[in-house]
């Protein structure tokens, strides 16, 4: 089975620039969710999605950040304007169902902010 | 809300053993997970524990604890290839079916 795809893989953006993140997920997992991860720390979870209706986005800057699942199945997260401690990998994950099986993360998208 | 710890680094030698701990606080546990993830890439899932005990997979084993909040990743015979960062993430009722991640252990295998 094909596992969760990322892009891009790399960006290096100047501050106040806008970015955006595609992910697509394992085929019928229902679950997604987008994770930041600064060097030398955990993955950190931003949004979580239920088909295409979020579940939690309590941890999302919402001033700056946005997300959307359309269609239940592509996701995109997009930071706008960027700072320099967005930094970080940007990692999306998909789940089987409700209960988190099969919980997989993509290689992610590492952001450099300039 | 969730906290979790686990040490920042640890260093062994090929052919050892070395066991990495977590402690964590939440207050609806629902299940324990460590992840492999190398320098650059995505975690990889390695052990999931839900219930009391000992989880032995090969060459690596999880133990959890509910009640002390406690977990460990052991790893044995260790390789180069087990350099890595490990990631204790835990899994709250009141968090879904989201994982809190800790920081990491960052382990370092020299010959």
């Known amino acids: 089975e094909a596992g969760v795809a990322q892009s891009p893989r790399y960006k290096i953006i100047e501050k106040r620039q806008s970015v955006a993140f595609w992910c697509n997920p394992i085929?019928?997992?229902?679950?997604l969710y987008w994770y930041q991860q600064i060097l030398g720390q955990g993955p950190k979870l931003l949004i979580q999605f239920q088909n295409n209706g979020v579940v939690d986005d309590s941890q999302l800057p919402k001033d700056r950040f946005s997300a959307e699942r359309l269609k239940g199945v592509d996701s995109t997260l997009k930071i706008q304007p960027a700072k320099l401690e967005d930094s970080a990998v940007y990692l999306c994950?998909?789940?089987?169902?409700?209960?988190?099986?099969?919980?997989?993360f993509g290689s992610g998208t590492r952001l450099t902010v300039v | 809300g969730q906290n979790i710890d686990q040490p920042t680094e640890m260093t062994a030698t090929e052919g050892a053993i070395v066991q990495i701990n977590c402690t964590y606080q939440t207050s609806g546990f629902n299940g324990l997970f460590w992840y492999q993830q190398h320098a650059g890439e995505a975690p990889t899932f390695l052990s999931y524990n839900v219930l009391d005990g000992l989880e032995e997979k090969g060459r690596f084993s999880s133990f959890l604890s509910r009640s002390k909040g406690y977990s460990y990743l052991l790893l044995k015979e260790l390789q180069m290839k087990d350099s890595a960062s490990y990631l204790c993430a835990v899994r709250d009722h009141q968090a879904g079916t989201a994982l809190i991640f800790g920081k990491g252990t960052t382990l370092s295998v020299s010959s």
């Open positions: 994950a998909s789940s089987l169902d409700v209960r988190g099986y099969g919980y997989t």
């Open positions: 085929s019928g997992h229902a679950t």
